[in-house]
C-alpha cells in the first residue's frame, strides 16, 4: 500500500537558517504529493503541492521537487523565521485508490528560535 | 483557510453526554472528511463523504456518527465516547472529479476532551 516517511523532530534551528525536511513515500502509479502546515492550535493548511514527476511545488519561501528516481518530495527554506515554527506534514494522494485519499505522513515539528 | 468552518472549537464532554461537530464547506467542494488527530499518532482518517455518500469508514466505533446532509454541510455526532477519544477532530473537503481529486482543504479543528 501507499505510505509517507518523514523524519522525526523536533526540528530546532536560529532564525534565517536553512531548513530541509526529508519525506520519502512508497505508492503505485503516479500520486501526487503535498506539504501541510499546522501551525499551534490551528488545522492544516496546504502549503504546496506537485502532481508529476519534476514538478517543483512552491510558496511563502518553500519548495519541494518532486523526484520519481528517489521517491522523495523534500521540503526547504532558505531562511526560516520565527513564525515558521510548525508542524509540517508531508502527504501523499495516489492512483490506485478509487477514493484518491491522502496518506499522510506523521508531521516534523519544526521550532524556530530568535 | 477560511474556507471550511468548524463549531464548536473547544468541547468538554462527559462520557455520558451527545453532543455534534459540525463542518461546513463554501468552497462548492463535493466531498469531505472526517479525521482524529491524536497526540503522538499520524493523522486518521475516519470518514470519506462523496456527493453525500458514505464512501469510506475506516473501522471507526459505532460511537461515531456521521451525516452529511448536503455536500456543504457535514457532522459527527457523539455518544457514550471514552477519554481515549479526546483529539483534535479535523474536517476536510475537496473536489473530485472520477479517481482523481484535488487538494483537500482543512476546518481549524474542533479540540474535544472527554472527561
Known amino acids: 500500500g501507499n505510505s509517507v516517511t518523514q523524519m522525526e523532530g523536533p526540528v530546532t534551528l536560529s532564525e534565517e537558517a536553512f531548513l530541509t525536511i526529508n519525506c520519502t513515500y512508497t505508492?503505485?502509479?503516479?500520486?501526487?504529493l503535498f506539504w501541510y502546515v499546522q501551525y499551534p492550535g490551528e488545522g492544516l493548511q496546504l502549503l504546496l503541492k506537485?502532481?508529476?514527476?519534476?514538478d517543483k511545488g512552491s510558496n511563502k519561501g518553500f519548495e519541494a521537487t518532486y523526484r520519481k528516481e528517489t521517491t522523495s518530495f523534500h521540503l526547504e527554506k532558505g531562511s526560516v523565521q520565527v513564525s515558521d515554527s510548525a508542524v509540517y506534514f508531508c502527504?501523499?494522494?495516489?492512483?490506485?485508490?478509487?477514493?484518491?485519499?491522502?496518506?499522510f505522513g506523521a508531521g516534523t515539528q519544526v521550532v524556530v528560535t530568535p | 483557510e477560511t474556507g471550511v468552518t468548524q463549531t464548536p472549537r473547544h468541547l468538554v464532554m462527559g462520557m455520558t453526554n451527545k453532543k455534534s461537530l459540525k463542518c461546513e464547506q463554501h468552497?462548492?467542494?463535493?466531498?469531505m472528511y472526517w479525521y482524529k488527530q491524536s497526540a503522538k499518532k499520524p493523522l486518521e482518517l475516519m470518514f470519506v463523504?462523496?456527493?453525500?455518500?458514505?464512501?469510506e469508514n475506516n473501522s471507526v466505533p459505532s460511537r461515531f456518527s456521521p451525516e452529511c446532509p448536503n455536500s456543504s454541510h457535514l457532522f459527527l455526532h457523539l455518544h457514550t465516547l471514552q477519554p481515549e477519544d479526546s483529539a483534535l477532530y479535523l474536517c476536510?473537503?475537496?473536489?473530485?472529479?472520477?479517481?482523481?481529486?484535488?487538494?483537500?482543504?482543512f476546518g481549524p479543528g474542533t479540540r474535544l476532551l472527554v472527561l
Open positions: 476536510a473537503s475537496s473536489h473530485r472529479t472520477g479517481p482523481y481529486q484535488e487538494t483537500q482543504y
Open positions: 505508492a503505485t502509479g503516479y500520486p501526487s
Open positions: 506537485a502532481t508529476k514527476a519534476d
Open positions: 502527504a501523499l494522494s495516489g492512483t490506485t485508490d478509487s477514493w484518491g485519499k491522502l496518506q
Open positions: 468552497l462548492g467542494h463535493n466531498a
Open positions: 463523504y462523496s456527493l453525500e455518500e458514505r464512501v
